[in-house]
């Protein structure tokens, strides 16, 4: 990909899809469960360009949503109703009630609380709710200390012995249907037992639920596959349904999974140009013209990406890769080693296409980029760099 070339085009700092490696990525995680139904319902909040989901769309992919907002691109995008689902541990009254009224897939409920307000706001409106219970297997995180967020938080879903008692009151009442279990263990995952055991628990649950008539049609076993940043080991999308598939043996529910960075991670790459460099004492800073702002996970999670300079190797020296916003946190690599660089380089920052543009902000009032797709060998833009005006039209009428 000729980056320069997009940064010309297109200017600084820029997102650059790859919608061909989208749908490769697509395509083996939908393979992979091909002996079985199977819905993959990319988890929306990744990255929700509406052109990405629109390409998604095309390709036959649901949506997992976790904001009315994000239920609203998906219907726009082309992403059918009944292949969208509802996620999240909190959900306003007015988010369930147009969640029912647009007649999606299911609800993933996650707490007792939540299912007795989404059965009160089914009532009012004269219509039955489909739900999902997303119960928490409670995997003891001391084994498996890779799995960073944690799985006994009580934030996230019900526990196993709440769960039963829960399918058995959405049973009993009129406004309330059954139609799925979920559960979604955390993200960045490399390691395979932690799902195969989450799996096995929760599919457990599953055939107690049928043996007593409560009949479940699909099988959410969320999203978290990792993906390579740096040197990870990763889960190929083979073994990782073979082992939910294998807890599966007997019943023949349909298999939902809920991918989001596995999709669009490695598709995407931010590109910004260096301003400047500087040496402070012994210390050497790149800066340039992106920032926190932009693409927050270093500075959020420490995350690392990898960092190339277009048309520059050697020799190289260790350097920070920092940006103008005023905070000591703004940062995208530190220590790392770079060939010199001088004004107008191109740093291509990889593995940027999930978590990136979505979580950006106009801190420091900086537009936020632009963003590009390439496929066939061709781009276009799908997202215009904001601008000034943009940014303040919701506060300047209110200069008195
Ligand atoms: C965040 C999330 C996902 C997607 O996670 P990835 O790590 O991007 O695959 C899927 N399902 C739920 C419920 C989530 O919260």
């Known amino acids: 990909m000729d980056y320069r070339a997009l940064v010309e085009q297109y200017g600084s700092p820029l997102y650059v899809y790859d919608f061909d490696v989208i749908e490769k990525n697509y395509n083996s995680i939908k393979n992979a469960f091909k002996a079985r139904k199977s819905l993959i319902a990319y988890a929306v909040k990744a990255n929700s360009n509406l052109s990405v989901l629109k390409h998604l769309a095309q390709l036959g992919s649901g949506a997992d949503c976790v904001s009315i907002g994000e239920i609203k691109r998906a219907l726009l995008a082309g992403i059918p109703n009944y292949k969208i689902i509802f996620s999240g ?3 306003r009254d007015d988010e369930l009630e147009e969640a029912l009224q647009k007649d999606i897939l299911f609800i993933n409920v996650e707490s007792e609380a939540e299912l007795m307000r989404l059965e009160q706001i089914a009532k009012s409106l004269g219509k039955v709710a489909r739900v999902s219970i997303r119960v928490n297997p409670n995997i003891d995180p001391k084994t498996h200390p890779y799995i960073s967020t944690g799985l006994s938080e009580n934030k996230f879903g019900i526990a196993i012995e709440d769960a039963k008692r829960l399918y058995l009151y959405i049973k ?27 799996s096995q628990i929760v599919a457990e649950l599953l055939r107690s639920l049928q043996k007593i008539e409560i009949d479940i049609k699909f099988f959410d076993v969320g999203g978290g596959l990792g993906i390579v940043y740096k040197d990870e080991k990763t889960i190929e999308p083979y073994d990782y349904a073979q082992a939910i598939l294998a807890s599966l043996k007997g019943t023949d529910v349909t298999v939902i999974c809920e991918p989001g960075r ?15 460099e500087k040496k402070s004492g012994d210390r050497r800073f790149v800066i340039v013209d992106g920032a926190m702002n932009d693409l927050l996970r270093p500075s959020l999670y ?22 103008p916003v005023c905070e000591s946190g703004d940062f995208f690599a530190k220590d790392r080693l ?16 999930a978590y990136g543009f979505v979580m950006a902000s106009n801190y420091n009032t900086r537009p936020r980029p632009a963003e590009v797709a390439v496929q066939n060998g061709k781009s276009r833009l799908i997202r215009e760099r904001e601008s000034f005006e943009y940014i303040i039209e919701k506060e300047v009428r209110f200069l008195v």
């Not at 770079?338 to 296409?353: C, F, N, Q, R, W």
């Open 89 to 91: 541990v909190g959900k």
């Open 172 to 198: 009993k009442s009129p406004f309330l249907e059954a139609v799925g279990i979920h559960f979604h263990i955390g993200s960045q995952l490399t390691e395979l037992e932690p799902i195969k055991e989450a």
């Open 262 to 276: 596995f999709i669009v991670g490695n598709a995407g790459v931010f590109l910004t140009r260096v301003l400047y």
């Open 302 to 323: 420490n995350a690392y990406h990898e960092i190339e300079v277009v048309g520059k190797d050697e020799p190289k020296s260790k350097a920070d890769v920092v940006g």
């Open 338 to 353: 770079l060939p010199l660089t001088e004004h107008g380089d191109i740093l291509v920052v990889k593995s940027a296409g």
